[in-house]
């Protein structure tokens, strides 16, 4: 079950021997051994499309073509590998429960229950991992993950085919949130960008508070498709409006910081303005590895982990 058996088991296995994060133009690879020397390349096209429901890799011999000059595998030996995969093609849900079963077959099917109505896909024949975030009497809080089991079987297929063993995917902005000193105290936001998606999570002291993930060119923020780039600044304001209201509203207290990850050129200026509009200090996500962006972030947050 490598699709990230429980959340958590991610940071608690021994360290894989190669590291990657796909994007839809990239593919990335680097080494817990030799952190510093991770590499990426950009792919001449698009490669994939992120869905939850439809087939991803629309080209997938780009990235079999650029995996071997990001991180050749070790000759004959099916060496493990951890992957970073687009937020898009995942779907992730804080769930609350009154009472949740001590056994793992009977919480999986109550998280499945619960998710039934809100996935595009057959949650019965899904991946599921989930962590516990919380406990108190009578709420047990959960972060649940799924993906459909096609999807993630044409990310694992990929990396077989190059001779890895993959034992841990995980979704970017997950393993993003490493760079973003989570215990933190403070309620904070990381605003990650990746094409035309958006993440959006709030977290404090290790505990993800909410998560959405959204394509903006699907107008699933306002309802209308997106015709026109000049647009898209406006429904990034749109989304921080909403998710600092959702903070104040159902959370009681308002986010000190806010974390910008895969805006490029564009972080002071998407930085400047949610300062000047909402009044919260702004910082790009950074690792101590290179500069985090679209194509690598993910990708550092498990050298962050997994790096002696």
Known sequence: MPFIDKVQRWVADPPPDHLFEITERSIAGGTPRMPAHHKSEALAERGLTASPSAPNLLKPYLYRNALPRVSPANGAK???????IPDYAVRMALLDFEEFPAGEAERAALIRFRLRKSVPFHIDEAQLSYSIQREEPKRVEVLAVSIARPILDEYETLFAEAGYRVGVVVPSCLSTLRLCDPAQTSLSLLVKAAGSAISAVLFEQGRVRLVRCLDLSRGELTGEEVEEERQEGDLILALLQQTL???EDQLGRAVTRLLLCGFGPDTEQVGQLA??????????????YGAASQENAGLLGLLDRYAA
């Open 275 to 288: 300062e000047r509009e909402f009044g919260v200090a702004y910082a790009a996500v950074r690792s101590k």
């Open 78 to 84: 099916r060496s493990k590998a951890a992957l970073v």
């Open 245 to 247: 209201a959702y903070a």
